[in-house]
Each structure stands twice: as structure tokens, then as C-alpha cells.
Nanobody
Framework: QVQLVESGGGLVQPGGSLRLSCAASGTIFSINVMGWYRQAPGKERELVATISSGGYTNYADSVKGRFTISRDNAKRSVYLQMNSLKPEDTAVYYC???????????????WGQGTLVTVSS
């Protein structure tokens, strides 16, 4: 069974910073794309940032220049450094991974349970 476990959410004041972490566990051959998505109250889940196994990154326009995604392939982990946080960044943040698993060998999209980020004074 493949699982993603997130950590690092919490309450932060506007302008502050938080770092989210996500680690994959289970029997995995490889992980291609890893990413972060978020869902604010009353809104649909949206992409925040993704990173390929080779380090290619993609960001939502709303977070460009403020958020940085990174990963450690050896630890099967992905991180999201969030700076200059705004109240509109308040949401549940979900980790996502496109994993290749056995047996038979196949691709599996995995989601974490989510971690709440609240930006408020």
C-alpha cells in the first residue's frame, strides 16, 4: 500500500512563511511527478505546484515568486516552501504523487490526507 504523509501546516500571520513536507511510503518502483494542490472552503481543488523526477517545476500564477517546490528523490519526499503568505492562501494543502508500483507494474496516482494552512492575523 502506497501512502503520502504531509506535515508542516498551521496558523501563520500574513507575510509569514511555512514549509510543508510530504513523504511517500510503501512499495514503489519510482515516482514521476510530485506536487501540491490546495482546496479553500467552498472552492474546487487547484494546482499549486508540481515537480518532475528531473526537477522540472510548474507553478500556479497565484504563487509564482512566493512558493518554491523541491524534492528529495532518495527520501521519496516533496517540499513546499511558502513565503509572503496571504489570507487567500488559506486552504487544505494536499500532496500528490504519480507512482509506479508492482505487481503488475502500473502507474498509481496517490493523494495525501491534507494539511491545513491558515493565514490570518
Amino acid at each position: 500500500q502506497v501512502q503520502l504523509v504531509e506535515s508542516g501546516g498551521g496558523l501563520v500571520q500574513p507575510g509569514g512563511s511555512l514549509r510543508l513536507s510530504c513523504a511517500a511510503s510503501g512499495t514503489i518502483f519510482s515516482i514521476n511527478v510530485m506536487g501540491w494542490y490546495r482546496q479553500a472552503p467552498g472552492k474546487e481543488r487547484e494546482l499549486v505546484a508540481t515537480i518532475s523526477s528531473g526537477g522540472y517545476t510548474n507553478y500556479a500564477d497565484s504563487v509564482k515568486g512566493r512558493f518554491t517546490i523541491s524534492r528529495d528523490n532518495a527520501k521519496r519526499s516533496v517540499y513546499l516552501q511558502m513565503n509572503s503568505l496571504k489570507p487567500e492562501d488559506t486552504a487544505v494543502y494536499y500532496c500528490n504523487a504519480d507512482a509506479q508500483i508492482p505487481y503488475p507494474v502500473r502507474n498509481l496516482e496517490v493523494w495525501g490526507q491534507g494539511t491545513l494552512v491558515t493565514v490570518s492575523s
